[in-house]
T-cell receptor, first 112, second 117 residues
Framework: GESVGLHLPTLSVQEGDNSIINCAYS??????FIWYKQESGKGPQFIID?????DKRQGQRVTVLLNKTVKHLSLQIAATQPGDSAVYFC???????????FGKGTRLHILP | GAVVSQHPSRVICKSGTSVKIECRSL??????MFWYRQFPKKSLMLMAT?????????EQGVEKDKFLINHASLTLSTLTVTSAHPEDSSFYIC?????????????FGDGTRLSIL
């Protein structure tokens, strides 16, 4: 069935280090992927997206990598800051409709 | 840009009450909006797709008579939880996209915390 999952439910990273959050998806028909950040009590906030015709996309301090061969998606956050503490979700869309499917989420914890 | 507003942010009410939640796209028009439910420490679960001017499309297992959706304009969708009971307590979130999805991501409201006593 369609599913998007994450390898680690919790990730602890030293402040200033780089963070890497991983996501596995199972539907090879998915062609659009999004990373969202959700802080406590708030809705998901868009971070970065990538289409299936790309394997890398960079934003401000963030990079998304897509490996379609192994159906793997990752979010890299450079120089992790306390404000990066949140739950991160990957999401996928098959572009046949507007629906997106969310993964389980990874909580990023920043160590001082 | 692409701001989605939800109201109210929190509701506490008695069992049996019906509760209406509003989702507005503030600076764009949205023919489609989405409603999600999120339990503590869990991911977002899509409940239904709200279609402007037509019936909503519900995901499997979601009771359409329990969760009434109205999308009367291009900037407003409402979710009404009818005869709410404690098991309906949850975090409800809506989303919308300013363009054709696949070209632009969904933007989310800040959610509504519903607590049924």
């Amino acid at each position: 069935g369609e599913s998007v999952g994450l390898h680690l439910p919790t990730l602890s990273v030293q402040e200033g280090d780089n963070s890497i959050i991983n996501c596995a998806y199972s539907n090879s028909a998915s062609d659009y992927f999004i990373w969202y950040k959700q802080e406590s009590g708030k809705g998901p906030q868009f971070i970065i997206d990538i289409r299936s015709n790309m394997d890398k996309r960079q934003g401000q301090r963030v990079t998304v990598l897509l490996n379609k061969t192994v159906k793997h998606l990752s979010l890299q956050i450079a120089a992790t800051q306390p404000g990066d503490s949140a739950v991160y979700f990957c999401a996928e869309n098959m572009n046949r409709d507007d629906k997106i499917i969310f993964g389980k989420g990874t909580r990023l914890h920043i160590l001082p | 840009g692409a701001v989605v507003s939800q109201h109210p942010s929190r509701v506490i009410c008695k069992s049996g009450t019906s509760v209406k939640i509003e989702c507005r796209s503030l600076d764009f028009q949205a023919t489609t909006m989405f409603w999600y439910r999120q339990f503590p420490k869990k991911s977002l679960m899509l409940m239904a797709t709200s279609n402007e001017g037509s019936k909503a499309t519900y995901e499997q297992g979601v009771e359409k008579d329990k969760f009434l959706i109205n999308h009367a304009s291009l900037t407003l969708s409402t979710l009404t939880v009818t005869s709410a009971h404690p098991e309906d307590s949850s975090f409800y979130i809506c989303s919308a996209s300013p363009g054709q999805f696949g070209n632009q991501p969904q933007h989310f409201g800040d959610g509504t915390r519903l607590s049924i006593l």
